[in-house]
């Protein structure tokens, strides 16, 4: 029985009041915000460390298949109020809290984000870390623990300057538990030769090796009101005090300190290649050394690793986890190549997140030799079989595409899907799209492997955590069933058209409005009429997520104010959250565009509030958490077939917002989830972008030239209106124009603009409005990462 259970407001007040004792020798009076909050998230890990244990000691008795899901990112952001919503005591903390003149929001506000990640890929991994234990499945995260989070991002004279993110404070982070313990040594660098034993099998001898100690530091992973307790292991390197010696210097012991120091350290040079390819090492070997030695003490046959422990690769960083396995196997457990590949490709599995080829990670095989050389060997024996086992059955046209290595590079996407058993897109559109062509001819050789598994989100956190108004007004509607079961969402169908209800939801957005209005002037100083359509586009900087186009339809927008000063429109306003990445020169161009832009139309008076422009400095989890309940508009405007799922598409359509969407990703199961009435679809489907590919007949220029009114928004990237951006305007200008604009803005815009206007109309009337923002809540239950990941642990996993 869970310790929660018991607990009541009184043995609260106490503990809590003993903890502040005991962390820093104060009254409850006399404590800091950050101070009370690291008391509280004590109290908590003391209130869940024995069903935490309970957990880990399960598997190993009960002998019960474990997930391991492997990823390069996380991203979870602040943790106390999650915790808290599913261990069932947020309202009783609240309460008790409240009694002694503390809030707990207060609380919340002094945790600092966790931004181990980019975007989508490193929250759709915490997501899952959230619906495992609540699904009640054993799957734990791995990873790394960066001492540096994302960058912190600030803007100055419009341009994003990048700021190291110290997440950690001087004693760590308060839900993490070291274990030294657990820790093991990871070895790069080094010759490996290959010695005949006695019994003519040969075994690897290294020399001039460089051992690493990689420490785990776990965090629980609480699972919605059921006491189970799941974890996410992140790594951090030390210097073993035995091979102290190999590391004499200051600067050498920076380096091992870099390799876990920041996400993505630059890859232009060969330094900080080496740096992340030993990121990926580390982590993959780490994590696999403590998993095998796990399952070793259930002691069963290690040629039956996959009936206990299933690994996934969360995109290719994690591929090296194939030839690792197969290490530990071959050469530390001595099975025969054959048992180990057998058993390892059962282990593993792999999820694909984008088509975009900059994100098929290849390797030069030099480099890869010289840090780890073993790996290397073992990868060269995988791709050899693998040609032998396809010679002659298929085109060598085809063995040629989809061996690992090719032309001295190994791909990691190869290697993740050969040493695997599923392969899996993020939507349908994208699983098709790898099925048809990225990956067509894998799918030639392991059809079986295939399938799809469309991204879901923590709704929990997306409506209970970051909507509390919003949920209150469901509790009211529809009882609160919802909270624990999503589904039952759909009953507020029943009220669609209840005029009543419609006002109370409209009233529950124009709060949320509000809030983002205060935070935005309390930040920005700029005053925002909260009965504006608030449009909102927040994600990573990518060409290929056009927030350029939205930018044009700024433009637009702003030259017919202009040009007409009694012009009267919906007044609107443009909120974008968007980092780009430190080396992603034309990304970084359109934020200054978007800032240059926002002063300018800001400072007109003449605009009449109509319009304004808003960029949300440091777009972060926690910051998402106040954009989404306020959105009206969500911009998911990606040239189709480029956005693999998108998520941030469904955290809006669960908080009331309604959907401006090309057919892409999963905009195009939110629009079968809501009806084509409930989504405003514009622009190309992929398959007339593709037609496009096929034919090679798209032409920026022709469209530019032949329509004026386009023409004009084109242009003012150059002539001057934008102030301050004469370098980026033409950057961006070339990119349309010159370069025939690879992301088909052009042709897309005209209908952009169609359906943007149809949305001002619509706004107008607030109860056809509230209706269809209505449908969207109510069918968006279907998007909880609670049963995608049921899919992954059924179908994938095999671990329920
Ligand atoms: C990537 C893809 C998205 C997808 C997520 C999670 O995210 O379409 O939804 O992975 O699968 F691009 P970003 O890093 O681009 O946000």
């Given at each position: 029985m869970a310790i929660v259970m018991q607990l009541t407001k009184e043995k609260i007040i106490q503990d809590f009041k003993m903890q502040l004792h005991e962390d820093f020798m104060i009254q409850n009076d006399e404590a800091t915000a950050d101070e009370r909050f690291i008391a509280l998230a004590k109290l908590v890990k003391c209130y869940v460390m024995p069903d935490w244990l309970r957990g880990r000691d399960e598997i190993v008795k009960e002998q019960k298949k474990t997930a391991?899901?492997?990823?390069?990112?996380?991203?979870?952001?602040?943790?106390?109020?999650?915790?808290?919503?599913?261990?069932?005591?947020?309202?009783?903390?609240?309460?008790?809290?409240?009694?002694?003149?503390?809030?707990?929001m207060d609380l919340v506000d002094a945790e600092r984000d966790m931004a181990l990640g980019n975007g989508g890929l490193g929250r759709l991994a915490s997501c899952f870390m959230d619906s495992l234990p609540t699904i009640g499945a054993p799957g734990f995260g791995n990873g790394i623990r960066y001492k540096y989070g994302l960058f912190k991002q600030k803007i100055v004279n419009g341009y994003q300057v990048e700021l190291p993110d110290a997440w950690l404070s001087s004693d760590g982070n308060v839900w993490e538990t070291k274990k030294p313990h657990s820790a093991v040594d990871v070895k790069i660098y080094g010759n490996v030769y290959l010695v005949p034993q006695e019994s003519g099998d040969l075994k690897p001898v290294y020399e001039n090796v460089k051992t690493l100690r990689a420490v785990p530091y776990d965090m629980m992973q609480i699972g919605f009101k059921n006491d189970v307790v799941n974890n996410l292991r992140l790594w951090d390197v030390e210097i073993p005090e035995k091979y102290e010696l190999d590391y004499p210097t200051l600067a050498d012991r920076r380096r091992i300190?870099?390799?876990?120091?920041?996400?993505?350290?630059?890859?232009?040079?060969r330094e900080g290649q080496s740096l992340r390819l030993i990121q990926e090492y580390f982590m993959v070997s780490a994590g696999l050394q403590t998993i095998v030695a796990s399952y070793a003490k259930m002691g069963l046959p290690m040629a039956k690793i996959h009936e206990k422990i299933a690994v996934h690769i969360n995109d290719t960083h994690p591929a090296m986890a194939v030839p690792e396995l197969m290490r530990i196997l071959v050469d530390e457990y001595e099975l025969d190549w054959d048992d180990a590949w057998a058993t390892t490709t059962q282990v593993m599995s792999y999820t694909?997140?984008?088509?975009?080829?900059?994100?098929?990670?290849?390797w030069d095989a030099g480099l890869f030799k010289e840090i780890v050389p073993r790996i290397h060997q073992i990868v060269g024996e995988i791709d050899r079989q693998f040609v032998k086992t396809w010679a002659g059955k298929v085109d060598t046209a085809v063995i040629d595409h989809t061996r690992i290595i090719q032309n001295n590079q190994i791909h990691m996407a190869n290697l993740s899907i050969i040493g695997g058993h599923s392969v899996n897109g993020v939507a349908k559109l994208h699983t098709e799209l790898l099925i048809e062509d990225v990956l067509k001819d894998f799918y030639l050789l392991y059809p079986e492997k295939f399938n799809n598994k469309t991204n879901g989100i923590a709704q929990?956190?997306?409506?209970?955590?970051?909507?509390?108004?919003?949920?209150?007004?469901?509790?009211?509607?529809?009882?609160?069933g919802w909270r624990s079961n999503i589904h039952?969402?759909?009953?507020?169908?029943?009220?669609?058209?209840?005029?009543?209800?419609?006002l109370d939801f409209y009233q529950v957005k124009q709060a949320n409005k509000q809030r983002l209005a205060d935070y935005v002037k309390k930040t920005q100083g700029i005053d925002l009429p909260?009965?504006?359509?608030?449009?909102?586009?927040?994600?990573?900087?990518?060409?290929?997520?056009?927030?350029?186009?939205?930018?044009?339809h700024i433009i637009k927008l702003y030259q017919d104010l202009k040009d007409n000063a009694a012009l009267e429109i919906t007044p609107r306003v443009f909120f974008f959250g968007a980092k780009a990445a430190p080396?992603?020169?034309?990304?970084?161009?359109?934020?200054?565009?978007?800032?240059?832009?926002a002063n300018l139309i800001n400072n007109d008076a003449r605009l009449r509030d109509q319009l304004k422009v808003v960029f949300l400095e440091n777009y972060n989890v926690s910051l998402a958490e106040l954009?989404?309940?306020?959105?009206?508009?969500?911009?998911?405007?990606?040239?189709?077939?480029?956005?693999?799922?998108?998520?941030?598409?469904?955290?809006?359509?669960?908080?009331?917002?309604?959907?401006?969407?090309?057919?892409?990703?999963?905009?195009?199961?939110?629009?079968?989830?809501?009806?084509?009435?409930?989504?405003?679809?514009?622009?190309?489907?992929?398959?007339?972008?593709?037609?496009?590919?096929?034919?090679?007949?798209?032409?920026?220029?022709?469209?530019?030239?032949?329509n004026p009114r386009l023409k004009r928004v084109v242009d003012a990237f150059i002539d001057g209106t934008i102030p301050n951006t004469h370098y980026e305007g033409h950057e961006i200008w070339d990119a349309l124009i010159s370069y025939n604009d690879e992301y088909f803005l052009l042709e897309d815009f005209e209908d952009y603009v169609a359906k943007q206007a149809y949305i001002s109309e619509l706004y107008k009337d607030k109860n056809t409005w509230q209706s269809k923002a209505m449908k969207n809540i109510a069918n968006s239950g279907r998007f909880t990462s609670d049963d995608t990941i049921e899919l992954y642990a059924r179908e994938i996993w095999g671990i329920l």
């Open positions: 391991y899901y492997f990823s390069i990112e996380f991203l979870p952001g602040k943790m106390l109020q999650t915790n808290l919503l599913n261990l069932g005591i947020y309202d009783l903390v609240q309460e008790a809290l409240r009694e002694i003149g503390v809030d707990l300190e870099d390799i876990t120091s920041v996400l993505y350290p630059d890859d232009a040079t694909n997140h984008t088509i975009l080829s900059e994100a098929l990670e290849k929990r956190r997306w409506s209970q955590i970051a909507n509390p108004s919003m949920s209150a007004l469901l509790d009211k509607q529809i009882g609160d039952e969402l759909l009953k507020l169908e029943d009220f669609l058209e209840d005029a009543t209800v419609q909260i009965h504006a359509i608030f449009d909102v586009q927040v994600k990573r900087l990518h060409a290929y997520k056009r927030q350029l186009l939205n930018v044009m080396g992603y020169h034309f990304a970084k161009s359109v934020i200054k565009i978007i800032n240059e832009l954009i989404i309940p306020a959105a009206d508009v969500s911009e998911q405007i990606s040239t189709a077939g480029k956005e693999a799922s998108g998520t941030s598409n469904m955290k809006f359509m669960m908080n009331g917002a309604l959907t401006l969407a090309t057919l892409d990703g999963a905009n195009i199961e939110i629009k079968d989830a809501v009806g084509e009435d409930n989504i405003v679809i514009f622009g190309m489907d992929k398959d007339a972008v593709y037609a496009h590919y096929t034919r090679h007949d798209y032409n920026s220029r022709y469209i530019y030239e032949t």
